[in-house]
């Protein structure tokens, strides 16, 4: 039940956003994820003790901190021995040797980052070969430079350290050229590649030929045609890495695709430029120094792979409007060319910084165009993402509740539908509904602002309670439903006791605090029911958790199916009773005070079944209820006890009780028609207004303004109202001043509040009847306590038609029972 117990100046918790399953229900809302957020920045990889075990084990920082260790130990030995051999040869190839071996180790590791592209760990494993092999060669070479050191100084290998460095470059790229790309556009793509690929290779080519064929040193001449192919090998590298690098990376991180290149233009590229521009000292190499920088880019990449983890290269890449490498390229051709003819003379020079200006402004030219559809395709980009953004929206309020922003009745059928399908044997599942008690007195009470912010506290307090993983989504008005994956009755259970727990706190709501019950139902999933049957199951457990009192949960058991089943079929045969005359009438006399005289009679409706025999109302009338069975029905009772009053005032005149009592239910009083069915039944049986009384349930009337207000429409005919059970509700004196009263019907049972509402009642103008009044000591005890009127067993037991008729033809009072 929902009561306002105070007001308190404070603003309402409204909902500023959404929550997803969802959602969940995200997940929704209500979606859920149990997963907790990483700390902003910080990487999200599995650690060494996770990944494997050995070696693998050393921290990446570690790693990073040794080979670059190489290179300064590299860098140092060479400075030194250049100046003067101070150490022997041998040491100057061990740090390209370590950096290796830790570049393997580097590679492995990411190989073995856990969820990588198949792609990019095949790439990472054929890395451990590559620099197993690229050791193995620099070993050659530190044999070679002590044997040949002059041949050494060249870059010239013996035919096993060759054999070693093409298998690597082989490696590579083949690994590279297996990376997986984007399919769309391959025609176009494909010749960018090579258009790009050839520009590089030709700049490259020409600035070999170029310093291999004017070196001056006999000791840097080398053949023109080794060099040229070494070249070419770069080519087919660079070739490779722009291939990867401007599609989708094929699951490698953006920086380790330039760690790459960065390695492949040291270790290609400079190695045969290194003796073209450094005078060597016999016994020297470049090798000793590009070895450990190569080692190290690859150990570099490898890292920044793990550190990126295995979602590289797979979010959408930026789109860049133009590739920086050819035009770099070009650059570095047109640079070479002013060099070339700033040497011959100024006239060549003046022809060649025209060309190289031309090309600069066509260039410029190109680069604007490229910027310019760029832009354009940017707008079509923005545009794209809005109607994404829009479509989403759409999506979203298609199967979210725009008050609260749980799911919505479609999605949590879907949920349900779902999880029943993908479940495994032995899985468990249940289903709840949850039914706010009351809500309508608080719209009635205070206005549906109140109550939507009411729903939305609910619902924060709903979602708050559920594990990660169920969805909580509101099926309409102040029905919620949840879907409770992996969880049986018992332990699904636990978490509506947390619900509870949490909707017994008061909610405050635009203003106002209330306190707020609901009753829930819980259903658990069973072999060979569809999800349409387990919400009926949860539906009729919410129903028994109302019936037992609200504010309480059920859970769905076989005695409860055997109830709705035995509900059901009453249900189905009180409406032929209605038809065949299976239903009547007792009346129970209201007596005076203490000479029992009879002064009303209230009816009462029985129901011989022709099987189950005779059922009182307190079996047959909640099912009618439910049902809506109870509107005609109790248009019946009112007609049928009217039509009996009138006939015994015609045939006893005087002697007749001067009032009838029909009880009235609050499905009856919220019927727009009802207030013009009492009058049409009076005027049929032309009965007098005043001597007819309707009896309604406190609880049926506190709080309930719309009741309230039927009530009083009635009392405006002449129209007596009782109010029945009085003192066992609310007991809120207020009502006694709202609801236009004549009479209150009081539990005798209750001694303390029987004399109390004695006075009120006298107090007030009011007629109080004791009701359950069973022995003569009760009747004197409340005689003495001021009741002038009483009804009980002790008086008369409901009696027939006929038998009432008897009574009253002889005059007599029944003797108590």
Same mark, same amino acid.
């Given at each position: 039940?929902?009561?306002?117990?105070?007001?308190?100046?404070?603003?309402?918790?409204?909902?500023?956003?959404?929550?997803?399953?969802?959602?969940?229900?995200?997940?929704?809302?209500?979606?859920?994820?149990?997963?907790?957020?990483?700390?902003?920045?910080?990487?999200?990889?599995?650690?060494?003790?996770?990944?494997?075990?050995?070696?693998?084990?050393?921290?990446?920082?570690?790693?990073?901190?040794?080979?670059?260790?190489?290179?300064?130990?590299?860098?140092?030995?060479?400075?030194?021995?250049?100046?003067?051999?101070?150490?022997?040869?041998?040491?100057?190839?061990?740090?390209?040797?370590?950096?290796?071996?830790?570049?393997?180790?580097?590679?492995?590791?990411?190989?073995?980052?856990?969820?990588?592209?198949?792609?990019?760990?095949?790439?990472?494993?054929?890395?451990?070969?590559?620099?197993?092999?690229?050791?193995?060669?620099?070993?050659?070479?530190?044999?070679?430079?002590?044997?040949?050191?002059?041949?050494?100084?060249?870059?010239?290998?013996?035919?096993?350290?060759?054999?070693?460095?093409?298998?690597?470059?082989?490696?590579?790229?083949?690994?590279?050229?297996?990376?997986?790309?984007?399919?769309?556009?391959?025609?176009?793509?494909?010749?960018?590649?090579?258009?790009?690929?050839?520009?590089?290779?030709?700049?490259?080519?020409?600035?070999?030929?170029?310093?291999?064929?004017?070196?001056?040193?006999?000791?840097?001449?080398?053949?023109?045609?080794?060099?040229?192919?070494?070249?070419?090998?770069?080519?087919?590298?660079?070739?490779?890495?722009?291939?990867?690098?401007?599609?989708?990376?094929?699951?490698?991180?953006?920086?380790?695709?330039?760690?790459?290149?960065?390695?492949?233009?040291?270790?290609?590229?400079?190695?045969?430029?290194?003796?073209?521009?450094?005078?060597?000292?016999?016994?020297?190499?470049?090798?000793?120094?590009?070895?450990?920088?190569?080692?190290?880019?690859?150990?570099?990449?490898?890292?920044?792979?793990?550190?990126?983890?295995?979602?590289?290269?797979?979010?959408?890449?930026?789109?860049?409007?133009?590739?920086?490498?050819?035009?770099?390229?070009?650059?570095?051709?047109?640079?070479?060319?002013?060099?070339?003819?700033?040497?011959?003379?100024?006239?060549?020079?003046?022809?060649?910084?025209?060309?190289?200006?031309?090309?600069?402004?066509?260039?410029?030219?190109?680069?604007?165009?490229?910027?310019?559809?760029?832009?354009?395709?940017?707008?079509?980009?923005?545009?794209?993402?809005?109607?994404?953004?829009?479509?989403?929206?759409?999506?979203?309020?298609?199967?979210?509740?725009?008050?609260?922003?749980?799911?919505?009745?479609?999605?949590?059928?879907?949920?349900?539908?779902?999880?029943?399908?993908?479940?495994?044997?032995?899985?468990?599942?249940?289903? /709840?509904?949850?039914? !706010?008690?009351?809500?309508?007195?608080?719209? #009635?009470?205070?206005? =549906? +602002?109140? *109550?939507?912010? $009411? @729903?939305?506290?609910?619902?924060?307090?709903?979602?708050?309670?559920?594990?990660?993983?169920?969805?909580?989504?509101?099926?309409?008005?102040?029905?919620?439903?949840?879907?409770?994956?992996?969880?049986?009755?018992?332990? /699904?259970?636990?978490? !509506?006791?947390?619900?509870?727990?949490?909707? #017994?706190?008061?909610? =405050? +709501?635009? *203003?106002?605090? $209330? @306190?707020?019950?609901?009753?829930?139902?819980?259903?658990?999933?069973?072999?060979?029911?569809?999800?349409?049957?387990?919400?009926?199951?949860?539906?009729?457990?919410?129903?028994?958790?109302?019936?037992?009192?609200?504010?309480?949960?059920?859970?769905?058991?076989?005695?409860?199916?055997?109830?709705?089943?035995?509900?059901?079929?009453? *249900?189905?045969? $009180?409406?032929?009773?209605?038809?065949?005359?299976?239903?009547?009438?007792?009346?129970?006399?209201?007596?005076?005070?203490?000479?029992?005289?009879?002064?009303?009679?209230?009816?009462?409706?029985?129901?011989?079944?022709?099987?189950?025999?005779?059922?009182?109302?307190?079996?047959?009338?909640?099912?009618?209820?439910?049902?809506?069975?109870?509107?005609?029905?109790?248009?019946?009772?009112?007609?049928?006890?009217?039509?009996?009053?009138?006939?015994?005032?015609?045939?006893?005149?005087?002697?007749?009780?001067?009032?009838?009592?029909?009880?009235?239910?609050?499905?009856?009083?919220?019927?727009?028609?009802?207030?013009?069915?009492?009058?049409?039944?009076?005027?049929?049986?032309?009965?007098?207004?005043?001597?007819?009384?309707?009896?309604?349930?406190?609880?049926?009337?506190?709080?309930?303004?719309?009741?309230?207000?039927?009530?009083?429409?009635?009392?405006?005919?002449?129209?007596?109202?009782?109010?029945?059970?009085?003192?066992?509700?609310?007991?809120?004196?207020?009502?006694?001043?709202?609801?236009?009263?004549?009479?209150?019907?009081?539990?005798?049972?209750?001694?303390?509040?029987?004399?109390?509402?004695?006075?009120?009642?006298?107090?007030?103008?009011?007629?109080?009847?004791?009701?359950?009044?069973?022995?003569?000591?009760?009747?004197?005890?409340?005689?003495?306590?001021?009741?002038?009127?009483?009804?009980?067993?002790?008086?008369?037991?409901?009696?027939?038609?006929?038998?009432?008729?008897?009574?009253?033809?002889?005059?007599?009072?029944?003797?108590?029972?």
């Amino acid at each position: 039940m929902i009561t306002a117990h105070g007001a308190h100046s404070i603003a309402a918790r409204r909902r500023a956003d959404h929550d997803p399953i969802a959602s969940a229900q995200s997940v929704d809302p209500n979606r859920n994820d149990a997963r907790p957020y990483a700390a902003a920045g910080a990487p999200d990889y599995p650690t060494m003790s996770e990944e494997q075990p050995g070696v693998a084990r050393l921290r990446p920082t570690l790693l990073l901190a040794a080979v670059t260790t190489m290179v300064l130990v590299a860098a140092a030995l060479y400075a030194i021995n250049a100046v003067e051999q101070r150490f022997s040869l041998l040491w100057c190839w061990l740090p390209g040797v370590f950096a290796a071996g830790v570049s393997a180790v580097a590679s492995y590791r990411a190989a073995r980052t856990s969820g990588l592209n198949p792609a990019a760990a095949r790439l990472w494993r054929s890395f451990v070969l590559i620099c197993v092999l690229v050791g193995l060669a620099t070993l050659g070479d530190a044999r070679q430079s002590v044997v040949d050191p002059a041949r050494a100084a060249l870059q010239q290998h013996d035919l096993p350290t060759s054999i070693c460095l093409g298998i690597a470059l082989c490696a590579l790229i083949v690994a590279l050229l297996r990376m997986p790309t984007d399919r769309r556009g391959r025609r176009e793509r494909t010749i960018r590649y090579l258009l790009d690929s050839l520009t590089v290779g030709a700049t490259l080519a020409v600035f070999t030929w170029y310093f291999a064929t004017s070196a001056g040193s006999p000791s840097a001449r080398w053949a023109v045609t080794p060099a040229l192919g070494v070249t070419a090998i770069a080519m087919l590298v660079a070739v490779a890495l722009i291939k990867v690098a401007l599609t989708g990376l094929g699951g490698l991180d953006r920086g380790t695709v330039r760690w790459f290149a960065a390695a492949a233009l040291i270790g290609a590229v400079g190695g045969r430029l290194f003796p073209l521009l450094v005078d060597v000292r016999p016994g020297l190499s470049g090798a000793q120094i590009l070895a450990p920088v190569t080692m190290t880019c690859v150990a570099f990449a490898a890292d920044r792979q793990v550190r990126a983890g295995a979602g590289a290269g797979h979010a959408a890449q930026r789109r860049k409007p133009f590739s920086v490498v050819p035009y770099a390229a070009v650059a570095a051709t047109d640079g070479l060319l002013l060099w070339v003819g700033g040497q011959i003379g100024p006239r060549v020079f003046v022809v060649a910084a025209t060309a190289a200006f031309l090309t600069a402004l066509v260039a410029a030219r190109q680069i604007m165009a490229l910027r310019d559809n760029a832009c354009l395709l940017g707008r079509v980009d923005e545009n794209l993402r809005q109607l994404h953004d829009y479509q989403q929206e759409l999506t979203h309020q298609a199967t979210h509740d725009v008050l609260t922003g749980l799911a919505n009745r479609a999605l949590f059928e879907k949920a349900a539908q779902d999880a029943f399908a993908g479940r495994a044997d032995g899985d468990t599942l249940c289903l /709840a509904l949850v039914d !706010l008690d009351d809500f309508k007195v608080v719209n #009635d009470r205070l206005g =549906h +602002a109140v *109550g939507d912010a $009411l @729903l939305v506290a609910v619902a924060g307090r709903l979602r708050g309670s559920i594990r990660a993983g169920d969805l909580v989504a509101r099926l309409g008005g102040d029905e919620f439903g949840l879907v409770l994956p992996g969880l049986n009755g018992r332990q /699904a259970a636990s978490v !509506l006791q947390r619900i509870r727990e949490a909707l #017994d706190q008061p909610v =405050h +709501a635009d *203003g106002h605090e $209330l @306190l707020v019950r609901a009753s829930i139902g819980l259903a658990e999933m069973s072999p060979g029911l569809t999800p349409q049957e387990l919400m009926l199951r949860a539906d009729a457990a919410m129903y028994a958790a109302k019936g037992s009192g609200k504010g309480r949960h059920a859970v769905y058991d076989a005695e409860l199916d055997q109830r709705q089943t035995n509900g059901a079929q009453i *249900g189905a045969d $009180l409406r032929h009773a209605m038809e065949s005359g299976q239903l009547s009438l007792a009346y129970q006399p209201v007596v005076r005070l203490p000479d029992g005289a009879w002064v009303g009679l209230e009816a009462l409706v029985r129901w011989q079944h022709p099987d189950r025999g005779l059922l009182l109302p307190d079996v047959f009338i909640p099912i009618a209820e439910r049902s809506g069975l109870i509107v005609p029905l109790g248009r019946w009772i009112l007609r049928t006890a009217l039509d009996q009053y009138s006939a015994w005032t015609t045939e006893h005149g005087p002697a007749a009780p001067a009032e009838i009592s029909v009880n009235v239910s609050t499905r009856q009083l919220r019927e727009p028609g009802f207030v013009a069915d009492i009058r049409e039944a009076l005027a049929a049986t032309g009965v007098r207004p005043e001597c007819l009384s309707i009896e309604v349930t406190e609880t049926a009337v506190f709080d309930n303004a719309m009741i309230q207000n039927v009530l009083r429409e009635i009392a405006g005919i002449g129209v007596r109202v009782t109010i029945d059970d009085f003192g066992t509700g609310h007991s809120s004196l207020g009502l006694l001043r709202t609801v236009p009263t004549h009479t209150l019907k009081v539990d005798s049972a209750e001694l303390i509040i029987s004399t109390a509402l004695a006075q009120v009642a006298d107090v007030l103008g009011l007629r109080a009847v004791a009701e359950s009044v069973e022995t003569a000591h009760q009747a004197d005890a409340l005689h003495q306590l001021g009741y002038r009127y009483a009804q009980g067993y002790y008086f008369a037991r409901p009696l027939p038609p006929g038998e009432v008729s008897r009574i009253l033809a002889g005059g007599l009072v029944p003797a108590p029972c």
